[in-house]
């Protein structure tokens, strides 16, 4: 997924020590795997993109990797070499309660929603959901959910509801 040309995003980051990259859970996670001239441009990079959640960044090979994943389905691992970081967008509720749901006007310049072109309303991104406060990544196989939506539509799974109507787990 692109972002508008003229979009401006803006995102919080944290920053991992030096020594560090992250490990996605899934190879469906890699949204980009380019060289970047810094660290700073891979955090643009990622930053331009609604998509990632996550990057890492080695200032030796300049190897930028952009996930769409978080520490709940990966895990920042440390590594020999001290030329690598990884890189998390912080999100909170404030980020998103302000604006799901209303004109897509209110999420023109926006990285943490969209806007629908069915609906005409800022939406929660792709692979990710509304649970009430805010767009976290939809999730994968086997994973604990509690509603309908929760789970990677992309790859075929649903929220599969058990005979007492509650919603148990992801699955095709």
Not at 16 to 31: A, M, W
Not at 48 to 69: G, H, K, Q, W
Not at 71 to 75: D, E, K, M, S, V
Not at 130 to 135: K, Q, T
């Given at each position: 997924?692109?972002?508008?040309?003229?979009?401006?995003?803006?995102?919080?980051?944290?920053?991992?020590?030096?020594?560090?990259?992250?490990?996605?859970?899934?190879?469906?996670?890699?949204?980009?795997n380019?060289?970047?001239?810094?660290?700073?441009?891979?955090?643009?990079?990622?930053?331009?993109?609604?998509?990632?959640?996550?990057?890492?960044?080695?200032?030796?090979?300049?190897?930028?990797?952009?996930?769409?994943?978080d520490?709940?389905?990966?895990?920042i691992?440390?590594?020999?070499?001290?030329?690598?970081?990884?890189?998390?967008?912080?999100?909170?509720?404030?980020?998103?309660?302000?604006?799901?749901?209303q004109?897509?006007?209110?999420?023109?310049?926006?990285?943490?929603?969209?806007?629908?072109?069915?609906?005409?309303?800022?939406?929660?991104?792709?692979?990710s959901?509304?649970?009430?406060?805010?767009?976290?990544?939809?999730?994968?196989?086997?994973?604990?959910?509690?509603?309908?939506?929760?789970?990677?539509?992309?790859?075929?799974?649903?929220?599969i509801?058990?005979?007492s109507?509650?919603?148990?787990?992801?699955s095709?």
């Open positions: 997924m692109s972002s508008p040309v003229h979009a401006i995003y803006s995102s919080t980051l944290s920053l991992s020590l030096q020594g560090h990259e992250f490990q996605s859970q899934y190879d469906v996670q890699l949204i980009f380019e060289t970047a001239e810094s660290l700073i441009l891979c955090s643009t990079a990622c930053n331009r993109n609604p998509s990632c959640r996550t990057f890492d960044y080695d200032s030796s090979s300049r190897r930028c990797r952009l996930f769409e994943a520490l709940t389905n990966g895990a691992i440390a590594m020999a070499s001290q030329t690598s970081i990884v890189g998390s967008v912080i999100l909170s509720a404030s980020l998103y309660a302000s604006m799901y749901n004109s897509c006007s209110a999420c023109r310049e926006n990285r943490y929603q969209t806007c629908s072109s069915t609906t005409n309303t800022c939406q929660c991104p792709g692979n959901y509304w649970n009430g406060s805010m767009c976290p990544l939809q999730l994968f196989e086997n994973a604990t959910c509690s509603q309908i939506d929760a789970c990677r539509s992309d790859l075929n799974l649903c929220c509801i058990n005979s109507g509650e919603f148990t787990q992801c095709i």
